[in-house]
């Protein structure tokens, strides 16, 4: 079957499609992928029992069965089908990536453009070779703006990416520390990242850039760059020291926008901020919109959340962590949080070879800034240190049990790691 065979079904698809037989409906079109400890071509009757119009699998087996379609390879019939949707749109397409802050910056940007379009974007963080073509099969058609947020560990990965989606608009949030065990280095990670602009970069399309990144203005030299984000390049933002709740304030060329209510912590969130105001504003959004969309954004999914316990004050960032996102973290904690401040940091994972020495920089930098730290982990428990004020465990369930002992009261905890660590398993103990 060719892609546009397989177009004219996907378009009789009412309810778009979907990968996960649990989330099966009527008017649904199923694609069967395989991963690792699953095939999904051993579900395509569970699909249409649910009232899937059709199943898209790669297994032969059901070469003679109604309403199964056969293809050579699932996921890349599905990928070409995504980047035929895409091209029924002449509209705006934003291309997001970053190694830190992508997610946050891309509810922000949906956030202020929604005031003036109507806008379909990246749900969660379906950023990979499986999501990109999600986000854009599930773009309806009276899409006036599209953000498709990408993700990567490797080097190739966005380039991929970027010739389904083929944006017309670009933002890199930051190159930093992250999945470095497949980038292989800060390098390698710069270069992964630049494959958003060099594809940009040839088809002369406009990027956005925070002049206050180095690397960032070197890789777009030479683009149609808007940059944001210093007193040269403006609009800026910084937050409002003190005061009770959260403020914070932007400027653009001959206005400032007094004192603003805002739900993010954490002085990286400027950079989010300072990213979404500047793309609202090159698309022509109103500055009242642009400042009630920002107010009103509520972090959600683990990021720069703030829980009152009644016991402490958490700071739950625990989403996912790199070296540079850590540094950061750490960095405005121990700025902007009133004392006694107490760091529970879990291990960062997919740092390979790099592991122990970024370990071990987080551990002395929590000693330089003389915070109280928790750190959790084998990785941590590598660079362990006697040192008074940093407390060690092995693993999340072995500081639990300790918690259930010896509990914490009336401090400001900011509470940060992998993923893999899931370290809000800990916020029912404090």
């Not at 990567?152 to 670009?170: F, M, Q, R, W, Y």
Request: some cysteine; overall charge negative; charged content about 25%.
């Amino acid at each position: 079957m060719t892609t546009e065979e397989l177009y004219e079904i996907y378009r009789g698809a009412s309810n778009g499609v979907t990968t996960d037989t649990r989330k099966c409906g009527p008017g649904m079109l199923f694609f069967a992928l395989k991963g690792e400890n699953f095939d999904g071509n051993d579900y395509a009757k569970d699909a249409l029992d649910a009232g899937c119009v059709a199943a898209v699998v790669d297994d032969t087996k059901w070469n003679d069965f109604n309403s199964v379609i056969v293809v050579e390879n699932v996921l890349t019939s599905m990928q070409e089908l995504a980047k035929m949707h895409r091209r029924t749109f002449d509209i705006p397409v934003l291309g997001l990536t970053g190694s830190n802050g992508k997610t946050t910056t891309k509810e922000l940007v949906t956030a202020v453009i929604s005031k003036k379009f109507k806008v379909h974007s990246t749900k969660g963080n379906l950023n990979n070779h499986i999501g990109v073509p999600l986000t854009l099969l599930g773009t309806p058609s009276d899409c006036e703006f599209l953000i498709v947020e990408m993700g990567a560990s490797h080097i190739g990965e966005i380039d991929t990416l970027v010739k389904i989606a083929e944006p017309n608009l670009g933002i890199i949030t930051n190159i930093g520390l992250a999945h470095l065990e497949g980038f292989g280095g800060k390098e390698g990670v710069k270069k992964g990242k630049k494959e958003l602009f060099d594809f940009l970069r040839s088809r002369e399309s406009t990027v956005f850039v925070h002049g206050g990144h180095s690397e960032l203005l070197e890789v777009s030299a030479g683009m149609n760059r808007v940059v944001f984000g210093t007193d040269e390049n403006m609009p800026k933002a910084r937050f409002i020291e003190g005061g009770g709740d959260r403020k914070y304030v932007w400027f653009e060329e001959g206005y400032e926008s007094g004192n603003k209510p805002v739900k993010l912590e954490g002085d990286y969130n400027l950079d989010n901020i300072a990213a979404a105001i500047a793309i609202g504003r090159f698309f022509e959004v109103n500055r009242e919109d642009v400042e009630s969309a920002i107010s009103e954004y509520t972090p959600t999914n683990n990021r720069s959340q703030i829980h009152d316990t009644g016991s402490n004050e958490i700071l739950l960032d625990a989403y996912n962590a790199n070296p540079s996102s850590m540094e950061k973290a750490l960095i405005s904690f121990e700025k902007n949080v009133h004392d006694p401040k107490l760091v529970i940091l879990g291990d960062m994972r997919e740092l390979g070879d790099h592991s122990l020495e970024s370990h071990g920089t987080i551990v002395e930098l929590c000693k330089s800034l003389r915070l109280d730290a928790i750190l959790v982990g084998e990785e941590f428990m590598n660079v362990e240190s006697g040192e008074a004020g940093l407390k060690f465990y092995n693993t999340i369930e072995e500081l639990m049990s300790h918690l259930e002992v010896e509990t914490l009261r009336n401090k400001a905890i900011l509470l940060k790691g992998s993923r893999g660590m899931a370290m809000e398993r800990l916020l029912p103990l404090l």
